[in-house]
């Protein structure tokens, strides 16, 4: 079973296409791409046992780290370019973002949103950094160092006049509707291209 | 562990061609000592070279013939281990340099002499240009893999580059693309350890019954240490003492260390030749994938058409993880379909050849089950 925000992607991709997806972790997304949909799927990935994993089930994916190893890829070289719940863990996501959509002529980005309303509310009523399913871990130890909500992440897309080709919204493992998705949505997954 | 022998085939091909060299010399008459394990397919698609390292050999899994000890790649190459035998036709050669049955310093030349220091010297191209004789004599035009580790992993990258299409895939294993001032260094101090021993009489030592075992000896100590991390030398021995209850006071082997050194050294001399040492290090302080493409990687590698996978390993610190990075690097450059992962264990650069659970798991992985 796919992740939902995964599966969401899995089925927009076109057959065929070549795709990098970077924080691809288990691999679990590029082996549905290429099994399923005849994709030439690449990943990169940060923690060396998933990579391993990966590399293990005859995935060609390599250890990197978004903020500073997509340089190397050309320009154009990707059909898309997938980003998914990694997003908010990355130093530069604005950089990484325009990284995205300078190696693929579409990107996938799924993330958090942090504008739900369980996270509001645990602000508002208990004056702390929420701890819910999405983001499980406590502020001092989450890999996860840039929250952003779906209304920021929209900002930044439109000031780097990046096109927003279809976006999509999770709740739970339900996709939900775009209505007051910023308040109502767990979770994004946006296609982006320029 | 103990496992039966594996079923193996010696065998020495000699080139009936002149092997032009990168010097600009050829060879003549030139032999290959090779071993093959398990059956090559019917549509010979199912073969996988193994290169081996610096002072390695063909008996990547059988006995070798002069210390009597298992092959050594024995963990990784057999039935139903990641290089499965049971799967795949595995071939492993001698290098061109060497001294196990290739024609190296040690042979004859046309004049019934030994070569000596008149062999021409080599580098990892030529050696891989006699491995691709030999698989040209077996009839192998695609291999599924090619696999090495350190100097085998510049073979096998030196084949992907030199050589397009003749390896489906590419594993290189705590290697480099171009060889670090470091390792240069290194074995700077291995030739001139040889060179400066009176019994190496300007390589002219054949025939004398006399060898530079002694700077042969410090070359292997001086190497050894180089494949080996603090770690490993830590626990192995720390700073216990050899076989007495306190310092001697004098430049006997007092620590464990210096005893285990030694013994390697001397025990090194046995199984290899001092100028095979001088020109097997040679070729590798000379590999430079990109020298000829103004230093850029990236366009050593443009057309390749191999899958690739690099390993480098956290303790190693002669061929350290940045160096199989920059291979990472300009692969994706070139487009090429590469993975890479740094593995953490705690043996310092002969990791690759030890115990390393993921490194199965990724050796398997990336070569598949064969046909």
Not at chain 2, 14 to 40: F, K, M, N, W
Not at chain 2, 256 to 265: A, H, I, K, N, P
Not at chain 2, 316 to 339: C, F, Q
Request: aromatic fraction near 10%.
């Amino acid at each position: 079973m796919l992740r939902p925000d995964l599966a969401l992607i899995a089925g927009h991709v076109a057959p065929g296409s070549r795709v990098l997806d970077v924080g691809c972790g288990d691999g679990a997304l590029m082996a549905v791409l290429q099994e399923e949909r005849g994709c030439d799927a690449r990943g990169m990935e940060l923690d060396p046992h998933d990579v391993a994993g990966c590399v293990g089930r005859g995935l060609s994916v390599i250890q990197g780290d978004a903020d500073t190893d997509l340089a190397f890829y050309p320009d154009a070289s990707f059909d898309y370019a997938i980003l998914s719940q990694t997003l908010q863990t990355t130093r530069r996501p604005d950089l990484v973002v325009e990284a995205l959509l300078r190696i693929g002529g579409h990107a996938f980005v799924s993330f958090p949103n942090f504008a739900h309303w369980r996270v509001r509310a645990s602000l508002m009523w208990n004056g702390r950094m929420p701890v819910t399913r999405l983001l499980p871990v406590a502020w001092y130890e989450t890999p996860n160092i840039h929250h952003a909500s779906i209304a920021d992440f929209r900002a930044l897309v439109a000031a780097r006049g990046i096109v927003v080709e279809e976006c999509w919204f999770l709740s739970g493992d339900r996709q939900t509707s775009s209505a007051a998705a910023n308040f109502r949505a767990e979770h994004a997954v946006f296609l982006l291209r320029r | 562990m103990h496992r039966p022998p594996l079923p193996t085939t010696s065998a020495v091909l000699e080139l009936d061609q002149p092997l032009p060299l990168d010097g600009g010399q050829s060879l003549s008459a030139v032999r290959i000592s090779y071993e093959t394990y398990g059956h090559l397919a019917a549509d010979r698609g199912n073969a996988i070279f193994i290169a081996h390292a610096t002072t390695g050999d063909q008996h990547v899994a059988s006995k070798h013939p002069i210390t009597g000890k298992p092959g050594w790649w024995d963990r990784m190459v057999g039935p139903g281990l990641p290089i499965d035998t049971d799967h795949f036709y595995v071939i492993c050669a001698n290098v061109l340099g060497s001294c196990m049955g290739t024609t190296g310093p040690a042979s004859l030349a046309a004049d019934g002499a030994p070569y000596a220091m008149r062999f021409p010297v080599i580098t990892i191209r030529d050696m891989v240009r006699a491995h691709v004789a030999l698989l040209d004599a077996l009839g192998i035009a695609r291999l599924h893999a090619v696999v090495g580790g350190s100097m085998g992993g510049m073979q096998a990258l030196s084949m992907a580059v030199h050589w397009p299409g003749r390896a489906a895939r590419v594993l290189a294993l705590a290697s480099t693309a171009a060889m670090p001032a470091q390792n240069i260094a290194f074995q700077e101090v291995g030739r001139q350890a040889i060179m400066a021993d009176p019994a190496w009489a300007g390589g002219a030592y054949y025939g004398t019954g006399a060898a530079p075992d002694a700077g042969l000896a410090v070359a292997r100590m001086a190497a050894h240490v180089t494949y080996l991390s603090e770690a490993t030398l830590g626990e192995k021995f720390g700073r216990r003492l050899q076989d007495r209850a306190a310092k001697s006071f004098g430049f006997d082997a007092d620590f464990q260390v210096e005893s285990y050194l030694r013994y390697q050294g001397a025990a090194f001399t046995e199984r290899f030749d001092a100028n095979s040492y001088l020109y097997v290090t040679r070729a590798m302080s000379y590999f430079d994938l990109a020298e000829e493409h103004d230093g850029q990687l990236a366009t050593a590698f443009a057309g390749v058409t191999a899958r690739f996978c690099l390993v480098s390993f956290d303790t190693d610190w002669l061929y350290p993880t940045a160096e199989s990075r920059k291979i990472v690097h300009a692969l994706s450059a070139a487009g090429a379909a590469v993975s890479f992962v740094e593995l953490s264990a705690p043996y310092g650069h002969d990791s690759f050849l030890l115990d390393v659970p993921a490194l199965d798991r990724v050796v398997a992985g990336f070569l598949g089950t064969g046909q």
